[in-house]
């Protein structure tokens, strides 16, 4: 049977993504790490071209030692002085410890300090050198105790980095000294130095005839070299001048020639040397070409610039690196180099020391990152086709280098050399940009702004290195799954590639991305797009072949589900500042459809659960009796049911062995909510409400002037009025005692138990949620998923409802005998508020034993708001049976007070400040009944005035009745003085109004 896992398909995509000689083959075993020992030490190829086999990095070495000595020799202008070594100071090892920064003679003979600041290091972050001072400091004093340390200076040290012995260096300064004799004021630029080297020394100057012929045959060869190899100048039309060299300097090879004189052979060579060097392109003599031709100049600059690496430390640049950069910048004139070809030699030695010396010294990597920034702004100034070619092949092998460890980047890097990554990038990139943004004339043709180079790099470096290390994860997955193909059901397989997907990802994020990050704003989001794109087409084939839910696939869509969330996850906090708010990420990681088929059965589930509550809820409402001794609570057994339904409900679901808990469980809640809501909507139909229990008024009647009117109902009258309220109140109510005040208590405890219980079903499901291991942090913060949005405001919602109908049921029906049908009936002194308030005393206590006490204020201050409300009814709408004098105003003051004291109860009843809010009205309006009718009747016809303007002033209109009592309503003044037992009040009535006397 075909694999599961495809390994083609992965890296068929990191071979397509990968460029030129750059490409990835699959996976990189162990000895192909760039930590490994058979190649750390060994350098790389040089970028700038190939040299005769010929010349040996001796010769070379030699040769540049010989450029360096001569330009400083004579670089001041100054006579040159020479003092030759004694034999001590032969064999002397010097010591770099402790020197004087004095200087004398020309810049090579300046004495240096180990201690010197360099500004070159501090701009290149290098540090300083290990081995300070440690040029064999046993040997400082060569046996003789006592002997005082020779001071080293910059040419002595030069000369010990680059290994010329003290001989070869006295031989050379002092062949210098006899040339300068001899050409007095020619520059040393002028001159061919191998060849007049060749005029100053014989086999004598040498210690042996061996060494003599090896040094003429260099110098030979160097010639060769510079003049016919790689000449500054193409030959062209020098073909015989050529030809004539080349056959004298084979011919010396073959047969040693005699130097260190004028003589014929040396007079031929020189003529031949000197017509091909002193050619230029505009045809002065004022130049000499010998050693300045591509590529010799620059292996032989390499190989100066390779003098600031200690020789005892290889991996770390001499403190003295500023004064000898600048002694090796004075042999630009004969090496034809410039600043920009300087940095881009530079870039490359940092570099090639950090291959070359195992690349673990991080300083160098980082010190060539910050050279080839100045590569990068040199490549933009210039446009000259040789620099070009140098900077490419340059670039092309730093390039190559770092992408053959990027590209699989996580079998390069690991915690122990993770912190040369971000160098190595950067080294990456900006040799990337420098070839594809100012060396590609493709590029050129477009417009720049199409093309982010350093992102689309680093995007290929993600990709490649993910889908690679995918590809090594599924072959173990499949040789897992090989291993356990006899068992019955191996699929689970799938649940441990995404386990490890899932730790690859948390590994990028943490390890990789941070560095990667500089480079491309989404590295994340890049890296586990990859990576839910690999798995995904693996889980596709798996959720193709799943018929049934059964544990194993449980298992596997879970492991995916948790995985999937994971990786979007990481997508979306890598993204949250991006441009587009990571769309453009998260359009490549297509959903996994883990949970769809799963989701599926869960709704169903979930569906009967809650239609079963329902029908539970409709059939145990009917059955409800609400009695207060039902339970010692006092709520319904009804509510404690249904609550324990819910918590039974989410249980179980939480127990559903599926990967979306999290999602699912939104639609779950707003099921149950919707339930629960039902349940409180169905307690609240049938109880009444304010207007349901509050009497009707009767119309304006004026009160008689003969006599003191008591406003006794007729025998006849009476009853038959208070029998028809009754019966209004019966047929509201019926004859079920399940709206009696005490039940109408249960129903609120029942409601403000569901509020209470509601907190602690959030609470459970939170806990809940901590133990599902498919939830986030997230499902904790933003508080979704797990409120009960429509219970809450249901239950508040009937709270105040039946507050307000137990209220106005408990004073305007249950107690209506007392207030409406009692107080101030005929004589006041004999029908005070004392009996209502001892009835409503009595009913207060009941109600507060059996009311919740987290309601039971907002209850007795809704029964004293009716209680208010019933009192200002009685004096100004209490029908014909009522009437006032100005002496009645103190026992209708007296009986507000006890009203009130009655619900302040000494301070244990509600506070003041709430009485004193809801007495407002009250307190407004009992001054009118000690104020004189005529006072009232002014104060009446100005706000009628005001109110009605001028259509008022021909004719008082009736105010119409709004029943909010107030001092600034006319309705309300009026009906003072239709209460009022006087004269005045009478003949203002009849004459404007012409209200009658009795109904």
């Not at 920064?101 to 300090?113: A, D, E, H, V």
């Not at 110098?219 to 080349?246: C, D, I």
């Not at 070409?289 to 001499?318: K, M, Q, V």
Request: aromatic content about 6%; glycine content about 6%; charged content about 25%.
């Amino acid at each position: 049977m075909a694999s599961l896992f495809s390994r083609e398909r992965i890296l068929g995509h990191s071979r397509r993504d990968s460029t030129g000689s750059t490409g990835i083959n699959g996976t990189t075993n162990a000895s192909s790490r760039f930590t490994s020992t058979a190649t750390a030490l060994t350098p790389l190829p040089s970028p700038f071209g190939d040299l005769t086999p010929s010349l040996s990095t001796t010769d070379l070495r030699e040769t540049a030692y010989e450029i360096f000595i001569s330009v400083c020799r004579t670089s001041t202008g100054k006579p040159l002085s020479y003092s030759n070594s004694t034999a001590a100071a032969s064999t002397f090892t010097p010591d770099r410890s402790s020197q004087s920064p004095s200087l004398s003679g020309s810049p090579s003979q300046r004495s240096i300090t180990s201690s010197a600041a360099s500004k070159m290091k501090k701009a290149l972050g290098l540090r300083s050198s290990s081995s300070v001072g440690s040029p064999s400091s046993a040997g400082s004093g060569n046996g003789s105790g006592g002997k005082v340390k020779k001071v080293m200076t910059v040419g002595e040290l030069i000369r010990v980095q680059m290994k010329i012995s003290d001989a070869a260096d006295s031989r050379i300064r002092r062949a210098l000294l006899r040339i300068s004799a001899g050409q007095v004021g020619r520059r040393v630029e002028m001159m061919v130095l191998p060849l007049e080297l060749l005029q100053q020394f014989k086999s004598s100057d040498f210690t042996d005839q061996q060494e003599y012929d090896m040094w003429q045959k260099r110098n030979l060869k160097m010639l060769e070299a510079g003049l016919l190899l790689h000449p500054h100048m193409p030959l062209g039309n020098s073909t015989t001048g050529s030809q004539r060299l080349q056959k004298i300097i084979h011919g010396a090879l073959e047969r040693p020639i005699e130097t260190g004189r004028n003589n014929e052979t040396l007079q031929v060579l020189r003529g031949a040397v000197m017509s091909l060097a002193n050619r230029s392109n505009d045809g002065s003599s004022d130049s000499c070409h010998w050693a300045d031709g591509f590529p010799l100049n620059l292996r032989l600059y390499e190989i100066l610039l390779e003098t600031c690496f200690d020789a005892n430390d290889e991996s770390s640049i001499i403190d003295e690196v500023d004064e000898v950069m600048d002694l090796i910048k004075k042999t630009w004139g004969i090496l034809g180099i410039n600043q920009m070809l300087h940095n881009i030699c530079f870039t490359w030695v940092l570099f090639n020391r950090f291959v070359a010396t195992g690349q673990s010294d991080n300083d160098l990597l980082y010190a060539a990152d910050c050279q080839l920034v100045e590569v990068a702004k040199d490549a933009k100034t210039t446009k000259d086709p040789v620099y070009a070619k140098v900077l490419s092949s340059t670039l092309t092998s730093i390039l190559g280098w770092a992408e053959k460890r990027l590209l699989a980047y996580h079998d390069t890097f690991d915690k122990v050399n993770i912190n040369s990554m971000q160098s190595i990038v950067s080294l990456g990139v900006s040799a990337a940009k420098v070839l594809v943004e100012d060396i590609s004339n493709e590029y050129r043709r477009r417009r720049k702004n199409e093309v982010d180079v350093a992102r689309s790099r680093t995007d290929t470096y993600i990709r490649s290195s993910l889908r690679t290390a995918f590809a090594q994860i599924m072959e173990k997955a499949d040789s897992s799954r090989r291993a356990s193909r006899n068992q019955p059901n191996p699929l689970p397989v799938l649940a441990i590639l995404a386990k490890d997907v899932g730790e690859l990802a948390i590994k990028e994020k943490k390890m990789f991305s941070p560095i990667l990050k500089r480079w491309h704003p989404l590295a994340a989001g890049v890296a586990v797009a990859t990576l839910h794109v690999c798995y995904g087409n693996e889980l596709k084939q798996f959720i193709s072949g799943i018929s049934e839910l059964t544990p194993d696939a449980v298992q596997v869509l879970r492991a995916a589900d948790k995985l999937e969330k994971d990786l979007v996850q990481i997508a979306v906090e890598d993204s949250v500042d991006s441009d587009d708010g990571g769309k453009a990420i998260i359009r490549e990681m297509p959903p996994f459809e883990a949970e769809a088929a799963i989701a599926n059965l869960v709704k169903g589930w979930t569906k009967l659960r809650l239609d079963r509550l329902k029908e539970w809820v409709d059939r145990n409402l009917q059955q409800e009796v609400w009695n207060p001794r039902a339970n010692q609570e006092g709520y319904a057994p009804s509510a404690v049911e249904v609550l324990r339904i819910i918590d039974e409900t989410l249980d179980a679901f939480f127990q559903l062995p599926i990967p979306m808990h999290p999602a699912l469980l939104p639609d779950l809640i707003v099921g149950l909510d919707r339930c629960l809501q039902y349940y409180v909507n169905k307690v609240k139909p049938g109880c009444g409400s304010r207007s349901t229990y509050i009497p009707a008024m009767p119309a304006l009647t004026r009160c008689a002037a003969e006599a003191k009117f008591h406003g006794v109902f007729k025998k006849k009258e009476k009853p038959a009025n208070i029998q028809r309220r009754n019966s209004q109140v019966a047929t509201t109510n019926g004859t079920n005692n399940a709206f009696g005040v005490p039940q109408l208590c249960v129903r609120i405890n029942t409601m403000q138990q569901i509020r209470t219980e509601l907190d602690v079903l959030e609470k459970r499901i939170i806990t809940l949620l901590r133990n599902s291991e498919s939830a986030h942090v997230e499902d904790f913060s933003n508080g979704l998923a797990k409120k009960f949005e429509l219970t809450p405001g249901a239950c508040l919602e009937g709270i105040q409802q039946l507050c307000e109908s137990t209220a106005y049921k408990l004073v305007f029906h249950d107690l209506s005998p007392c207030l409406w049908d009692g107080l101030y009936i005929g004589d006041l002194s004999s029908s005070s508020i004392e009996p209502f308030i001892q009835e409503l005393e009595q009913n207060l206590m009941v109600i507060a034993e059996t009311v919740n006490e987290r309601v039971r204020t907002r209850l007795v201050a809704e029964i004293m708001k009716a209680c208010f409300e019933g009192f200002l009814l009685v004096l100004l709408a209490g029908g014909p049976s009522r009437s006032f004098t100005l002496q009645d105003c103190q026992i209708i003051e007296n009986d507000f007070k006890s009203l009130k004291d009655l619900f302040w109860a000494n301070g244990d009843g509600l506070p003041m400040d709430v009485i004193n809010k809801f007495s407002i009205p009250v307190r407004d309006v009992l001054p009118f009944y000690r104020t004189e009718s005529e006072t009232i009747i002014e104060q009446f016809r100005r706000l009628t005035l005001e109110t009605y303007g001028s259509s008022a002033k021909s004719r008082l209109p009736l105010p119409a009745t709004t029943g909010q009592w107030s001092s600034s309503d006319p309705n309300t003044l009026l009906r003072v003085l239709c209460y009022r037992n006087d004269d005045a009040a009478s003949k203002f009535l009849k004459k404007t109004y012409n209200l009658p006397k009795k109904l």
